[in-house]
């Protein structure tokens, strides 16, 4: 330990300064933001986690201090021992937090030196590369708004134990290394040293082993946890990323929303000061499909989606009779004061729409004197007023049409109401909308697989009115399930379970499982269910992507400390990594090239 460091300790961090502490000595370390030379005073911004202070060397109060000040470069660790004063009035700087004060030097210690920086520390972020601020993650993070989301972040992790706690629920932690099951996303795999050809698995969730807790009479589990999933990467998505894991007994869908609304009415206003009403709304799955072709929709801003299959399907336009005729839809959606938009611009969100697997994108400009549209020739004056009238549309209001399979139309014109929205500047960026979407469907039918998935998990319940169409039309059952989607995000989803033997057995025949592959991947869970489980159900929050919509972020990697790129990679430390021919003996591995 130096001289220095064990004579002086730091007192204060350099961002808490204020007036409060003018004529008090302090002591202060960080890094040198900026070093400004005016030809005799030399002024140094003093950064640390809290902020910045201006720290003064002046020659005529303290020679010493100022002569190795002069040696001070960008990123320098320092320590500094002056006194507070306040600035003169023309000086003040209203833009910092610490502009009404600053620091003259009596001491300087120069703890470390430090190489010129790959790019600038107070630079906007995209004048360097992402990678190259990932290979350099240990500077990016001294950027003031990467540490305020990761301040804000620890603040949400406090927020969670806190509530869940006061709500009587065991924070309990479950194995990192478990057994590989299916449930939608390739799993990371461990190979076992002491168990030669064996492999545990990263877990994708804690889904099985908080069902098991509920089994074992916890009543109210909840867990910060960190999660693996191999899959292709998203802005919003991570190989590694945390869940906020959750799970009740004796519990129904409104018990599980009435707690978990109370959760983000609590984390809103103890994190962001903001204030959140509830009830939350609720749409079910078919609802948001209908109205928003999304089941994440973005209720901030309008635009709904109309359908108007039963009017143009009958219309004299050949393509939205044959789209009727089989079995496919003519939907539309309203831009309001449609003049902002040019005909490029129609152009171009036909290209959108076609990018989307649209056919085509018709539109019309509503008038006093009619419409203004290649398709107005083909309409009845009857058929087009009762197209504005079913659409509430009025003078220069724009209309846009998709017409093609239901789920082609759903997904261009919900993605579209989206881009225009953005487009056209029709969201309040400060507004935060919750929306719970209910009742998916249970299973899915994949054309590939030739069978049906879970929509979810294999652990969901079924609506129990629908269980009798698990046999002839799985594809009708409606799951207990539920999201919770803020801004066209969804930021968590759950389900009730499944607590009864017959019940699970009965869904994974519906998803085509032999008895030898259940018993071999879900063994120990049908065990359990046989003594004596109660009704639970839970949910899962996507702590990154609620950290994410909180601050603003673009991305959950501005949330994350050392993410991974979109190829799953550590520019940092340069992982995934070869290993060693020894290890690979050890582990009873080969390489096949």
């Known amino acids: 330990m130096s001289a220095f460091l064990t004579k002086y300790k730091r007192t204060h961090y350099c961002g808490a300064l204020g007036i409060a502490e003018a004529g008090r000595e302090v002591t202060l370390m960080g890094w040198a933001h900026r070093r400004r030379d005016l030809g005799g005073v030399i002024f140094v911004d003093l950064r640390d986690r809290e902020g910045l202070v201006q720290v003064v060397f002046n020659p005529e109060h303290e020679a010493d201090a100022h002569r190795e000040a002069h040696r001070i470069r960008n990123e320098y660790v320092l320590a500094v021992r002056g006194r507070v004063r306040p600035r003169p009035a023309d000086m003040e700087n209203p833009d910092l937090k610490t502009g009404r004060i600053e620091v003259v030097a009596d001491e300087l210690e120069i703890l470390n030196e430090s190489r010129t920086p790959p790019f600038l520390i107070d630079a906007p972020a995209g004048e360097a590369s992402e990678n190259l601020r990932l290979k350099y993650r240990y500077l990016d993070l001294r950027r003031r708004d990467l540490q305020e989301k990761l301040f804000l972040r620890s603040r949400a992790a406090a927020a969670t134990r806190e509530y869940f706690q006061r709500e009587g629920f065991i924070e309990v932690e479950t194995p990192v290394l478990t057994k590989s099951t299916p449930e939608g996303a390739r799993d990371y795999l461990v190979p076992s040293r002491v168990n030669p050809g064996t492999f545990f698995a990263l877990p994708q969730s804690p889904q099985i082993f908080k069902q098991l807790l509920m089994v074992s009479g916890f009543d109210r589990y909840f867990q910060i946890v960190k999660c693996f999933r191999d899959e292709d ?22 018990d599980l929303m009435r707690i978990m609304e109370g959760f983000i009415v609590h984390l809103f206003q103890s994190c962001l000061g903001v204030g959140i009403a509830r009830p939350f709304p609720r749409l079910s799955y078919h609802q948001a499909m209908e109205r928003y072709g999304r089941d994440n929709p973005d209720t901030r801003f309008g635009m709904e989606i109309v359908d108007l299959t039963d009017i143009l399907g009958r219309a004299g336009f050949n393509l939205f009779q044959e789209v009727a005729a089989s079995g496919g839809v003519i939907k539309a959606i309203r831009v309001e004061d449609g003049r902002r938009l040019s005909r490029k611009d129609l152009d171009q ?8 697997g649209a056919r085509g994108l018709a539109w019309a400009r509503v008038n006093a004197e009619g419409w203004t549209s290649p398709i107005a020739k083909f309409l009845k004056p009857e058929e087009m007023e009762a197209i504005q009238t079913r659409m509430g549309a009025k003078n220069d209001d724009l209309l846009l049409f998709v017409a093609d399979a239901p789920g082609v139309v759903n997904d261009s014109l919900g993605n579209l109401r989206v881009h225009l929205a953005g487009r056209l500047k029709l969201i309040d960026p400060n507004v935060f909308a919750f929306t719970w979407i209910t009742e998916f469907p249970l299973l899915d039918y994949s054309a590939t697989e030739g069978r049906y998935t879970s929509t979810h998990h294999p652990f969901t319940a079924p609506v129990m009115e629908d269980l009798a169409h698990l046999r002839d039309d799985p594809g009708r059952v409606r799951a207990r399930a539920y999201d919770l989607v803020l801004n066209g995000s969804e930021i968590g989803g759950g389900s009730i379970r499944i607590h009864k033997r017959d019940v699970q057995a009965a869904v994974f025949a519906a998803l085509g499982l032999e008895q030898e592959e259940i018993r071999s991947k879900f063994g120990f869970l049908l065990d359990a269910l046989e003594y004596g489980t109660p009704p639970h159900g839970g949910i899962a929050f996507g702590f990154d992507r609620l950290i994410m919509l909180m601050t603003g972020a673009d991305s959950i990697r501005d949330v994350i400390a050392f993410p991974k790129t979109q190829k799953a990679a550590c520019l940092l430390t340069d992982a995934p990594s070869e290993a060693s021919s020894e290890q690979l003996r050890e582990l009873s591995l080969k390489i096949l090239k």
């Open 233 to 254: 990467l998203r802005a919003d998505r991570q190989p590694e990323f945390t869940q906020i894991d959750i799970e009740m007994s004796f519990i129904d869908e409104d």
């Open 349 to 356: 969100l036909r290209d959108y729409a076609a990018g989307r």
